[in-house]
């Protein structure tokens, strides 16, 4: 549930190549003040697929995109079966070495703070403090009538007293927590209503088609303005929501290092783009450094 993106982006042949040395990703990380931008990517390694990486879901998966949400009951019929069986498998994910090597490289100063397109709190789980959602997080839910705000944890509660027997497998999880499933899977799931009004109920993410809350992009544009470098990990930046923060950090004058197996649309933009894996990267990183890593 992002921004909808630019779907038939792909790379161009002049794109720089990637590069196998993170040196400059420790260069930066020593240094100090160095904020993160962590996309879909640095999950991966937590059973959480991303988009466009290899196996990506959008081969096989478009996201539902806020306008049908909030038009369409049968679309919510659909979006709440999947995400209710999807977050069974979502809440159960934990933190691999990117996201606790983040976590590490913050409680030693270096990192200020994280901004993160993700929606599912593994950068929090880890220890991360000063984590912007820039998308949300699924962990709760949002009434569109009243606004009154639900523990993802107890709607899944009432989700399954409605709907007893309700288990289909699935072929497959994605980034924003859906699970595929077909229409007769589907079958006649029932959602259930806001508790204190009865309205529809929406997960607290920016679903593809909405936009992300004014405050809270200023609220990452303070913290790129206040960091030294930007240190991108895990995101292709093919959507404006996080690849406007690269730029600013670039007109800045500001050093910005990608962390990401494929090219990003942000690359001409960068120092350098290493193409490994990310816990590969950070765990080698925070061994140069003398940054202890929980395991």
Known sequence: MRMRPTLNWVP???LPPGTSDWGPVADVLGRGNALVLSGAGISTES???????????LSRHTPMTYQEFVSDPQARRRYWARSH??????GRARPNAGHRA???FQRQGLVPGVITQNVDGLHQAAGSENVVELHGSLDRVVCLSCGAVEARGDLAVRLTEANEGFAPVAAGINPDGDADLTDDQVGDFRPVPCTVCGGVLKPD????????PPQRVEQCREAVRAADSLLVLGSSLTVMSGLRFVRQAAEAGKPVLIVNRDPTRGDRLALARVSLPLG???????DRLGVPVPH
């Open 12 to 14: 161009d042949g002049d």
């Open 47 to 57: 059973g959480i697929p991303d988009y466009r990486g290899e196996g990506g879901s």
């Open 85 to 90: 069986l999807g977050w069974r498998v979502f």
């Open 102 to 104: 983040v976590a590490a």
């Open 205 to 212: 993410v920016v679903f593809f088609g909405e936009a992300v």
């Open 280 to 286: 590969e990267v950070l765990t080698g990183v925070a």
